[in-house]
C-alpha cells in the first residue's frame, strides 16, 4: 500500500510537523511554525491520495471539502474567549475518528478471515494488507486496535464533557454518580477482560462493550473534575487524542500516524505537567478530583471586604506610576479584554508603566491570558510570566486583579493547612495597593476564602468587570 | 503626688521642663504640680503664667526638691541637686549616665529613681516622649536660622532688576532627625540642598523632603540601621576615605555646611577637614552640631563662634535648643507629660514605677538604690531589620563543586532513564514470537516521543493556546487512517471512514486556522 513515494512524501511531512512544533518558542517564529504544519498536513493528505493506497479519491475529497468549509466556520467565528471550548471539542472529533477506524480495522480483520475461508478475493488495499499477516500480526493488531479505540473513544466523551463544562452547558463543579472512582475502576477492570476475551477470539461484540466501557469512563472522569482543573484536562485530552493517533497508526502500520500522534502525545503530557505543577497538585489527584484535603482547620480570615467605586480607582491609578494588571478567568467570561487593553493605551499614554502578569495556570486554558489579551492587541512584551513579575510587586504602586482569585491567594503561602498550600500565587498583595474587580463576594472555583479581599491595602470594585472597567474608562481619559 | 520643676542652676540654659499648659494636663493625671520662682522666665513663661494654671509657686530651690515627690528638670542634675534627693523620690531629666558615672553613683547612693530622657528607647509607642528628638528637631531648624544669620546672603536665588541672585548651597552631613530638620527649613527658605548619610536606606527621606542624596562611589555591604537603634556606627576607612574624597570635591561648591554626625557614646567623627574649610569661599557658614562631643569639624571650639583666616565662620554653639527655649520648653514639657502618662496607669496622682514596660525600664538609670544602666535591648527592635536577600556569594571552588555535583546528578539521572528506557525496548523485543515489522514501528514511536520531549519544553509559556490548537491540527493525521480504509467493499467500513474523513478535515481546517487567527493577534508594542 506504500510505496516509495508516500514513504518520502511522509518524511517531509513528520520534519515539517516537528520544525512546526519546534517554531512555537517564539510568537515571531510561531507564525512561520504554523505554516509548516499546513504545508505537512497538505503533503501528508496529497501523498495518500495519489498513491497507491486510497481509494474513493473523490469522495474522500469531497467530504475533505465539506470538512474544511464546517472548519473554516468554526474558526473564524469562535470568540477567543471561547478558544478552550473550541480546543476540546475538535479534541472529541479526534477521537471519535480514532475509534471509527479501529472499528474498521477490526471489521476489515474480521472480512478478510471470512474471505480467506470462503477463498474469496479481496480487495481493498487495507484489506490486502492484513490479508498479507501471519496470525501472531493480526494479534499485535488487534492489541493496537483495542488500545486505539479505547483511548480514542475516553477522549471522545471526556473532551464532549469538558467541552459542556467550558461552555457553560454542564455544571463545572465536581461531580460523580455514586460510586465514585470505584465506577470508573470497574469500568477499568471490566475494559480489561472485555480486550482479553477480544484478544481470545472472542467476536467483535466485546470491542463494541470495551468501547461502552471507555465512553463511560471518559465521561464520569471529567465530570468529577471542577472547573479550576480545566487547563490540565485538556491538556491531559490533547494528549490522549495523540495516544490514540498513535496507536491506530501501529495497527495500520503507517509510520506518519505514530510520528505525529507520539508527538501530539508528548506534548500534551508535557503541557499538563506544566499545568500541575503551576498549580503544584500531583497529576493524579487531578485526575481523581476534587482538592485533596489539608491536615487542619483552615485560618479563619479576620477582617472585611472594603468596596471602592471607580472615582476611588481612578484616582489611584492617576497617582500611579506603576502598574501590575492580573487577568484571570472572571476577565475572560466578562470579555473584558478589550477595556483592559484600552486602559492599558491610556494609562501608557501618560508614561506610567504598566504591565501583565499572567499565572500559567489563569484562565481555563494554557496560555489562554494571553490569547485574549493579544487579540485585544496589548503588546506581547509587556505580558510577563509569574516568574518574570512577582519580585517586581513591591515595587509596584497599584495592582489590578481582574476576575482571578486562587492564583493571587496569599493562603497558599501563609496557611499549611489550605487546599492551595505550596501553590505558587502572584504576590500582589506586596503591592502598595490592590484593587480587586469581582463580581459579588463569593469565594473562587477551589471554594476558598481569598485573605487578600480582607488585606488593608486590598479594596475590593465590584461589579461585572467589562462594565466596571467601562465606568473606569470614563473617568480616565 | 507632687510634680515639681527648679530652675535650671546651668549658666545660660533657658528651658524649664514644665510649662502651664503642660502643667494642667498633669493636675489631670492626678498630680500636684510645684514650680521654682522665675524658672520659666528665660523661656517666657512668668510666674503669674503659672499660677494662673493652679501651680504652686514656691521661692527657694530647696523648698521644691524638699517639697516635690517627683522632680522634672533639662540639664543633667549637678552635685548640689543630686545631693537634695532622698528615697522616694523620682528624677526625670537628662542624665547622661553613659559619661556619667559618678552622678550615677550619688543618684544610687541617695536611694532615689532617676529617668533619664535620652535613654527613652527609639520605639514607636515611646516616640512621644523621645526628648532627644524633639530637641535635634529644634536643633536642626535651629542651625539653619543661626547659619542664615551668619551668612551675609539670600538663601533663596533671584532675579531681581538690581541683578542676579544664586541660591545658597547648603549641605547636610548626617540626616537624622538635626539633620532631616535642617534638611526641612532650609529648603523651605528656598536653598539647594544636598544631604549625605553613611545609612543609604535614608536617601528617600532626604529626597522626600526636597534634598539631594550624595551618594558615594563606594561598594560595601550597607549596614542595617536596624542593628544600632536607626543610629549610625563607625564606618570602614575605606569608606571613610571615600567619603572625605566626596567631600573634598563639592567642599569649594558649598556656602553652608551643617553637620549633625554623632556616634552613641563615642567622640563625634571628624568628617569636615581643615583643608576642605580651607577650600570654601570666604563668608561660607559651618555649623557644627556635634560640638558637645568635639565636633565634626576641624577648628570647631565649642560654645564658640570663630572665623577662619579665609573668612569661613564655623558656629560650635552647643545650645541651640536654649536658644529657642519657649518652643524646646514646651516640647520637653510635653515629653515629661507623657512619660508621666506612662507612668501613671490609673490616672490618680501615683506613680508605679513598671520595671516590666519596655519604655519604662528603658529609661531607668537608677531604682530603690541600684543602678539599672545600661539596660537590658528592648524586646521590640525600633526599625524593622532590613530583609536580607543578597545569597552567600560562592567561592569559586564552591562555585566549581557545585557544579561538578549538578552535573554528576544530571549524568546520573539521564543514565538512568536511559537504562530504564532500554530495558523496556529490551523486554517488548523479548516477548516470544514479536515480529520485526512491530518493532520497526516501534521504534519509530519511541524515537517520535523523544523528539516530542526535546522540541514541546522550548515553547514559550504565551504560546500554549496556539501549541494546543496546532496538535489538535495535526492529530488529525488519523485522516490518513480513514483515507486507507475507504477503499473497501464493505459498506459499513465505507460509512465509518467517511465520517473519519469527515471529521479529521474539520479538524484539520479547523485547528490550523484559529491557530493562524491566534498568532497573527500577537504584536510587540
Same mark, same amino acid.
Given at each position: 500500500?506504500?510505496?516509495?513515494?508516500?514513504?518520502?512524501?511522509?518524511?517531509?511531512?513528520?520534519?515539517?510537523?516537528?520544525?512546526?512544533?519546534?517554531?512555537?518558542?517564539?510568537?515571531?517564529?510561531?507564525?512561520?511554525?504554523?505554516?509548516?504544519?499546513?504545508?505537512?498536513?497538505?503533503?501528508?493528505?496529497?501523498?495518500?491520495?495519489?498513491?497507491?493506497?486510497?481509494?474513493?479519491?473523490?469522495?474522500?475529497?469531497?467530504?475533505?471539502?465539506?470538512?474544511?468549509?464546517?472548519?473554516?466556520?468554526?474558526?473564524?467565528?469562535?470568540?477567543?474567549?471561547?478558544?478552550?471550548?473550541?480546543?476540546?471539542?475538535?479534541?472529541?472529533?479526534?477521537?471519535?475518528?480514532?475509534?471509527?477506524?479501529?472499528?474498521?480495522?477490526?471489521?476489515?480483520?474480521? @472480512?478478510?478471515?471470512?474471505?480467506?475461508?470462503?477463498?474469496?478475493?479481496?480487495?481493498?488495499?487495507?484489506?490486502?494488507?492484513?490479508?498479507?499477516?501471519?496470525?501472531?500480526?493480526?494479534?499485535?493488531?488487534?492489541?493496537?486496535?483495542?488500545?486505539?479505540?479505547?483511548?480514542?473513544?475516553?477522549?471522545?466523551?471526556?473532551?464532549?464533557?469538558?467541552?459542556?463544562?467550558?461552555?457553560?452547558?454542564?455544571?463545572?463543579?465536581?461531580?460523580?454518580?455514586?460510586?465514585?472512582?470505584?465506577?470508573?475502576?470497574?469500568?477499568?477492570?471490566?475494559?480489561?477482560?472485555?480486550?482479553?476475551?477480544?484478544?481470545?477470539?472472542?467476536?467483535?461484540?466485546?470491542?463494541?462493550?470495551?468501547?461502552?466501557?471507555?465512553?463511560?469512563?471518559?465521561?464520569?472522569?471529567? @465530570?468529577?473534575?471542577?472547573?479550576?482543573?480545566?487547563?490540565?484536562?485538556?491538556?491531559?485530552?490533547?494528549?490522549?487524542?495523540?495516544?490514540?493517533?498513535?496507536?491506530?497508526?501501529?495497527?495500520?502500520?503507517?509510520?506518519?500516524?505514530?510520528?505525529?500522534?507520539?508527538?501530539?502525545?508528548?506534548?500534551?503530557?508535557?503541557?499538563?505537567?506544566?499545568?500541575?505543577?503551576?498549580?503544584?497538585?500531583?497529576?493524579?489527584?487531578?485526575?481523581?478530583?476534587?482538592?485533596?484535603?489539608?491536615?487542619?482547620?483552615?485560618?479563619?480570615?479576620?477582617?472585611?471586604?472594603?468596596?471602592?467605586?471607580?472615582?476611588?480607582?481612578?484616582?489611584?491609578?492617576?497617582?500611579?506610576?506603576?502598574?501590575?494588571?492580573?487577568?484571570?478567568?472572571?476577565?475572560?467570561?466578562?470579555?473584558?479584554?478589550?477595556?483592559?487593553?484600552?486602559?492599558?493605551?491610556?494609562?501608557?499614554?501618560?508614561?506610567?508603566?504598566?504591565?501583565?502578569?499572567?499565572?500559567?495556570?489563569?484562565?481555563?486554558?494554557?496560555?489562554?491570558?494571553?490569547?485574549?489579551?493579544?487579540?485585544?492587541?496589548?503588546?506581547?512584551?509587556?505580558?510577563?510570566?509569574?516568574?518574570?513579575?512577582?519580585?517586581?510587586?513591591?515595587?509596584?504602586?497599584?495592582?489590578?486583579?481582574?476576575?482571578?482569585?486562587?492564583?493571587?491567594?496569599?493562603?497558599?503561602?501563609?496557611?499549611?493547612?489550605?487546599?492551595?498550600?505550596?501553590?505558587?500565587?502572584?504576590?500582589?498583595?506586596?503591592?502598595?495597593?490592590?484593587?480587586?474587580?469581582?463580581?459579588?463576594?463569593?469565594?473562587?472555583?477551589?471554594?476558598?476564602?481569598?485573605?487578600?479581599?480582607?488585606?488593608?491595602?486590598?479594596?475590593?470594585?465590584?461589579?461585572?468587570?467589562?462594565?466596571?472597567?467601562?465606568?473606569?474608562?470614563?473617568?480616565?481619559? | 503626688?507632687?510634680?515639681?520643676?527648679?530652675?535650671?542652676?546651668?549658666?545660660?540654659?533657658?528651658?524649664?521642663?514644665?510649662?502651664?499648659?503642660?502643667?494642667?494636663?498633669?493636675?489631670?493625671?492626678?498630680?500636684?504640680?510645684?514650680?521654682?520662682?522665675?524658672?520659666?522666665?528665660?523661656?517666657?513663661?512668668?510666674?503669674?503664667?503659672?499660677?494662673?494654671? !493652679?501651680?504652686?509657686?514656691?521661692?527657694?530651690?530647696?523648698?521644691?526638691?524638699?517639697?516635690?515627690?517627683?522632680?522634672?528638670?533639662?540639664?543633667?542634675?549637678?552635685?548640689?541637686?543630686?545631693?537634695?534627693?532622698?528615697?522616694?523620690?523620682?528624677?526625670?531629666?537628662?542624665?547622661?549616665?553613659? !559619661?556619667?558615672?559618678?552622678?550615677?553613683?550619688?543618684?544610687?547612693?541617695?536611694?532615689?529613681?532617676?529617668?533619664?530622657?535620652?535613654?527613652?528607647?527609639?520605639?514607636?509607642?515611646?516616640?512621644?516622649?523621645?526628648?532627644?528628638?524633639?530637641?535635634?528637631?529644634?536643633?536642626?531648624?535651629?542651625?539653619? /536660622?543661626?547659619?542664615?544669620?551668619?551668612?551675609? =546672603?539670600?538663601?533663596?536665588?533671584?532675579?531681581?532688576?538690581?541683578?542676579?541672585?544664586?541660591?545658597?548651597?547648603?549641605?547636610?552631613?548626617?540626616?537624622?532627625?538635626?539633620?532631616?530638620?535642617? #534638611?526641612?527649613?532650609?529648603?523651605?527658605?528656598?536653598?539647594?540642598?544636598?544631604?549625605?548619610?553613611? =545609612?543609604?536606606?535614608?536617601?528617600?527621606?532626604?529626597?522626600?523632603?526636597?534634598?539631594?542624596?550624595?551618594?558615594?562611589?563606594?561598594?560595601?555591604?550597607?549596614?542595617?540601621?536596624?542593628?544600632?537603634?536607626?543610629?549610625?556606627?563607625?564606618?570602614?576607612?575605606?569608606?571613610?576615605?571615600?567619603?572625605?574624597?566626596?567631600?573634598?570635591?563639592?567642599?569649594?561648591?558649598?556656602?553652608?555646611?551643617?553637620?549633625?554626625?554623632?556616634?552613641?557614646? =563615642?567622640?563625634?567623627?571628624?568628617?569636615?577637614?581643615?583643608?576642605?574649610?580651607?577650600?570654601?569661599?570666604?563668608?561660607?557658614?559651618?555649623?557644627?552640631?556635634?560640638?558637645?562631643?568635639?565636633?565634626?569639624?576641624?577648628?570647631?571650639?565649642?560654645?564658640?563662634?570663630?572665623?577662619?583666616?579665609?573668612?569661613?565662620?564655623?558656629?560650635?554653639?552647643?545650645?541651640?535648643?536654649?536658644?529657642?527655649?519657649?518652643?524646646?520648653?514646651?516640647?520637653?514639657?510635653?515629653? /515629661?507629660?507623657?512619660?508621666?502618662?506612662?507612668?501613671?496607669?490609673?490616672?490618680?496622682?501615683?506613680?508605679?514605677?513598671?520595671?516590666?514596660?519596655?519604655?519604662?525600664?528603658?529609661?531607668?538609670?537608677?531604682?530603690?538604690?541600684?543602678?539599672?544602666?545600661?539596660?537590658?535591648?528592648?524586646?521590640?527592635?525600633?526599625?524593622?531589620?532590613?530583609?536580607?536577600?543578597?545569597?552567600?556569594?560562592?567561592?569559586?571552588?564552591?562555585? =566549581?563543586?557545585?557544579?561538578?555535583?549538578?552535573?554528576?546528578?544530571?549524568?546520573?539521572?539521564?543514565?538512568?532513564? #536511559?537504562?530504564?528506557?532500554?530495558?523496556?525496548?529490551?523486554?517488548?523485543?523479548?516477548?516470544?514470537?514479536?515480529?520485526?515489522?512491530?518493532?520497526?514501528?516501534?521504534?519509530?514511536?519511541?524515537?517520535?516521543?523523544? /523528539?516530542?520531549?526535546?522540541?514541546?519544553?522550548?515553547?514559550?509559556?504565551?504560546?500554549?493556546?496556539?501549541?494546543?490548537?496546532?496538535?489538535?491540527? #495535526?492529530?488529525?493525521?488519523?485522516?490518513?487512517?480513514?483515507?486507507?480504509?475507504?477503499?473497501?467493499?464493505?459498506?459499513?467500513?465505507?460509512?465509518?471512514?467517511?465520517?473519519?474523513?469527515?471529521?479529521?478535515?474539520?479538524?484539520?481546517?479547523?485547528?490550523?486556522?484559529?491557530?493562524?487567527?491566534?498568532?497573527?493577534?500577537?504584536?510587540?508594542?
Amino acid at each position: 500500500m506504500e510505496n516509495a513515494f508516500t514513504i518520502a512524501a511522509y518524511v517531509v511531512a513528520a520534519i515539517l510537523f516537528i520544525l512546526s512544533l519546534g517554531g512555537l518558542s517564539g510568537q515571531e517564529s510561531a507564525k512561520r511554525a504554523v505554516w509548516y504544519g499546513i504545508v505537512g498536513m497538505a503533503i501528508a493528505v496529497l501523498a495518500t491520495l495519489i498513491g497507491p493506497g486510497a481509494g474513493l479519491s473523490g469522495a474522500s475529497i469531497v467530504l475533505i471539502a465539506l470538512g474544511a468549509a464546517v472548519g473554516y466556520q468554526l474558526a473564524t467565528k469562535v470568540q477567543m474567549t471561547q478558544m478552550p471550548e473550541l480546543v476540546a471539542i475538535m479534541h472529541s472529533l479526534v477521537g471519535l475518528a480514532a475509534v471509527f477506524v479501529g472499528f474498521n480495522a477490526d471489521l476489515t480483520i474480521n @472480512m478478510v478471515s471470512a474471505a480467506k475461508e470462503a477463498g474469496d478475493a479481496l480487495d481493498g488495499t487495507f484489506a490486502l494488507l492484513v490479508a498479507k499477516k501471519t496470525p501472531v500480526e493480526i494479534g499485535i493488531l488487534r492489541v493496537e486496535l483495542v488500545l486505539g479505540v479505547w483511548i480514542g473513544a475516553v477522549t471522545f466523551t471526556g473532551s464532549v464533557i469538558a467541552y459542556g463544562k467550558l461552555a457553560g452547558k454542564v455544571n463545572s463543579a465536581a461531580k460523580q454518580l455514586p460510586g465514585g472512582h470505584m465506577l470508573n475502576a470497574a469500568a477499568a477492570a471490566l475494559s480489561v477482560v472485555l480486550m482479553i476475551a477480544y484478544l481470545g477470539g472472542a467476536g467483535s461484540w466485546t470491542l463494541l462493550l470495551l468501547t461502552a466501557a471507555a465512553l463511560f469512563i471518559g465521561y464520569h472522569l471529567i @465530570m468529577g473534575i471542577g472547573g479550576a482543573d480545566m487547563p490540565v484536562v485538556v491538556s491531559m485530552l490533547n494528549s490522549y487524542s495523540g495516544w490514540a493517533a498513535a496507536a491506530i497508526g501501529f495497527s495500520l502500520g503507517n509510520d506518519l500516524l505514530i510520528v505525529v500522534g507520539a508527538l501530539v502525545g508528548s506534548s500534551g503530557a508535557i503541557l499538563s505537567y506544566i499545568m500541575c505543577k503551576a498549580m503544584n497538585r500531583a497529576f493524579v489527584s487531578v485526575i481523581l478530583g476534587g482538592f485533596g484535603g489539608g491536615g487542619g482547620e483552615q485560618m479563619a480570615v479576620e477582617g472585611e471586604q472594603i468596596a471602592i467605586d471607580a472615582d476611588g480607582v481612578a484616582s489611584a491609578l492617576e497617582e500611579a506610576d506603576s502598574i501590575i494588571i492580573i487577568p484571570g478567568y472572571g476577565m475572560a467570561v466578562a470579555q473584558a479584554q478589550q477595556n483592559v487593553a484600552e486602559l492599558t493605551r491610556r494609562l501608557r499614554a501618560r508614561g506610567k508603566e504598566v504591565r501583565f502578569a499572567i499565572h500559567p495556570v489563569a484562565g481555563r486554558l494554557p496560555g489562554h491570558m494571553n490569547v485574549l489579551l493579544a487579540e485585544a492587541k496589548v503588546p506581547y512584551d509587556i505580558v510577563l510570566e509569574m516568574d518574570e513579575i512577582n519580585e517586581d510587586f513591591p515595587d509596584t504602586d497599584v495592582a489590578i486583579v481582574i476576575g482571578s482569585n486562587d492564583i493571587v491567594n496569599p493562603a497558599a503561602q501563609d496557611d499549611p493547612n489550605s487546599p492551595i498550600a505550596g501553590m505558587p500565587v502572584l504576590e500582589c498583595w506586596k503591592a502598595k495597593q490592590v484593587f480587586v474587580s469581582k463580581r459579588g463576594k463569593g469565594t473562587g472555583y477551589s471554594g476558598i476564602e481569598n485573605p487578600l479581599f480582607f488585606k488593608d491595602n486590598t479594596r475590593m470594585f465590584y461589579g461585572d468587570a467589562k462594565a466596571s472597567l467601562g465606568e473606569l474608562l470614563n473617568r480616565i481619559s | 503626688m507632687k510634680i515639681g520643676t527648679p530652675k535650671e542652676i546651668e549658666a545660660g540654659e533657658a528651658r524649664v521642663a514644665m510649662t502651664p499648659d503642660s502643667a494642667r494636663a498633669l493636675q489631670k493625671l492626678g498630680y500636684d504640680c510645684m514650680i521654682e520662682s522665675g524658672a520659666g522666665v528665660a523661656a517666657g513663661f512668668a510666674d503669674a503664667l503659672y499660677a494662673e494654671a !493652679g501651680v504652686e509657686v514656691v521661692d527657694s530651690a530647696e523648698a521644691l526638691w524638699s517639697g516635690a515627690d517627683i522632680i522634672a528638670k533639662v540639664r543633667e542634675p549637678q552635685d548640689s541637686e543630686l545631693a537634695r534627693l532622698a528615697t522616694g523620690k523620682t528624677l526625670i531629666s537628662f542624665f547622661n549616665p553613659g !559619661g556619667n558615672a559618678e552622678g550615677l553613683e550619688k543618684a544610687r547612693a541617695s536611694g532615689a529613681n532617676v529617668i533619664a530622657m535620652e535613654m527613652v528607647p527609639r520605639i514607636s509607642r515611646a516616640q512621644k516622649m523621645d526628648a532627644l528628638s524633639s530637641m535635634a528637631n529644634i536643633a536642626g531648624y535651629r542651625a539653619v /536660622i543661626e547659619a542664615g544669620n551668619n551668612y551675609g =546672603r539670600f538663601f533663596t536665588g533671584q532675579i531681581t532688576a538690581a541683578g542676579k541672585v544664586p541660591p545658597a548651597k547648603v549641605l547636610v552631613v548626617g540626616a537624622g532627625v538635626a539633620g532631616l530638620a535642617a #534638611i526641612g527649613t532650609s529648603t523651605s527658605l528656598g536653598a539647594i540642598t544636598y544631604a549625605f548619610d553613611v =545609612r543609604p536606606e535614608v536617601a528617600e527621606q532626604v529626597e522626600s523632603m526636597g534634598a539631594e542624596f550624595v551618594y558615594l562611589d563606594f561598594e560595601e555591604e550597607t549596614q542595617d540601621g536596624a542593628a544600632t537603634g536607626g543610629y549610625a556606627s563607625v564606618q570602614s576607612e575605606e569608606f571613610r576615605n571615600a567619603q572625605l574624597a566626596k567631600f573634598r570635591e563639592i567642599a569649594p561648591d558649598m556656602d553652608i555646611v551643617i553637620t549633625t554626625a554623632l556616634i552613641p557614646n =563615642r567622640p563625634a567623627p571628624k568628617l569636615w577637614l581643615e583643608d576642605m574649610v580651607a577650600a570654601m569661599k570666604p563668608g561660607s557658614v559651618i555649623v557644627d552640631l556635634a560640638a558637645q562631643q568635639g565636633g565634626n569639624v576641624e577648628g570647631t571650639v565649642k560654645d564658640e563662634k570663630v572665623v577662619t583666616d579665609n573668612g569661613v565662620t564655623i558656629i560650635g554653639y552647643t545650645d541651640f535648643a536654649s536658644r529657642m527655649a519657649a518652643q524646646s520648653s514646651t516640647l520637653y514639657a510635653t515629653n /515629661i507629660r507623657h512619660m508621666m502618662t506612662d507612668l501613671t496607669p490609673e490616672k490618680d496622682g501615683q506613680v508605679v514605677h513598671n520595671m516590666d514596660d519596655d519604655v519604662i525600664r528603658g529609661a531607668t538609670v537608677a531604682y530603690q538604690g541600684e543602678i539599672t544602666f545600661p539596660p537590658p535591648p528592648p524586646k521590640v527592635q525600633a526599625i524593622a531589620a532590613q530583609k536580607k536577600e543578597k545569597p552567600k556569594e560562592l567561592t569559586p571552588e564552591e562555585k =566549581r563543586a557545585r557544579e561538578v555535583a549538578a552535573f554528576k546528578a544530571e549524568t546520573r539521572s539521564q543514565v538512568t532513564l #536511559i537504562a530504564i528506557g532500554a530495558a523496556l525496548l529490551l523486554a517488548v523485543s523479548l516477548i516470544p514470537g514479536m515480529p520485526a515489522s512491530f518493532m520497526q514501528h516501534f521504534i519509530v514511536f519511541v524515537l517520535s516521543v523523544f /523528539i516530542g520531549f526535546q522540541v514541546i519544553w522550548n515553547v514559550a509559556h504565551s504560546l500554549h493556546t496556539p501549541l494546543m490548537a496546532v496538535t489538535n491540527a #495535526i492529530s488529525s493525521i488519523i485522516i490518513l487512517g480513514a483515507l486507507i480504509q475507504i477503499g473497501s467493499s464493505n459498506g459499513l467500513i465505507i460509512f465509518l471512514s467517511a465520517a473519519g474523513v469527515l471529521m479529521a478535515s474539520i479538524n484539520i481546517f479547523g485547528g490550523f486556522l484559529v491557530t493562524r487567527r491566534m498568532l497573527a493577534m500577537f504584536q510587540k508594542s
